[in-house]
């Protein structure tokens, strides 16, 4: 019921007018939006709350993806802007204990994301990083991004 009035809400903030035409035909689509989503894309309304027990988590998950994304974009600012580069490439392997394929995919990604590494393979648990210094190598598998992932995990 919360997307149904979400989706209404939406129509409503995005309608150039507010009349009683507008809003009829808003809740018509709102409706059919809803009723799509229940039906095709297997939505339910405890979804709703499950979302809402979840959202802390995801402010967390967020908020440290942020944290780790500016440490690494200066860490990489520091060796462009420096007067001798100094990068030691690295390929690194470790395994992780995260144990779903969503999570590990998306550790996947954001180690991809973070400027100074690429996930180079991911067979499992097994990830091969490559890494533009020594330092960016060291505890990846223990970094706040895996924590949080196990958090979502349990």
């Known amino acids: 019921m919360r997307l149904l009035l979400l989706c209404f809400l939406l129509w409503l903030a995005f309608s150039t007018r507010l009349s009683a035409e507008d809003a009829v035909v808003g809740l018509i689509i709102s409706t059919a939006v809803y009723a799509f989503a229940c039906v095709h894309m297997r939505y339910r309304p405890a979804t709703d709350l499950k979302l809402l027990r979840n959202l802390p988590r995801c402010l967390k998950f967020v908020t440290a993806l942020i944290c780790e994304t500016a440490k690494a974009n200066a860490a990489v600012f520091r060796i462009v802007f420096s007067r001798t580069i100094s990068v030691e490439p690295r390929l690194i392997f470790f395994r ?59």
Do not use: W, Y
Not at 134 to 151: C, T
């Open 96 to 154: 992780t204990k995260l144990r779903s394929n969503v999570a590990r995919v998306a550790f996947a990604n954001f180690i991809t994301l973070t400027p100074g590494t690429i996930t180079v393979a991911l067979n499992g648990n097994l990830f091969c990083v490559h890494c533009l210094t020594g330092k960016m190598a060291e505890n990846i598998e223990d970094s706040a991004i895996v924590r949080q992932l196990m958090e979502f995990e349990e």
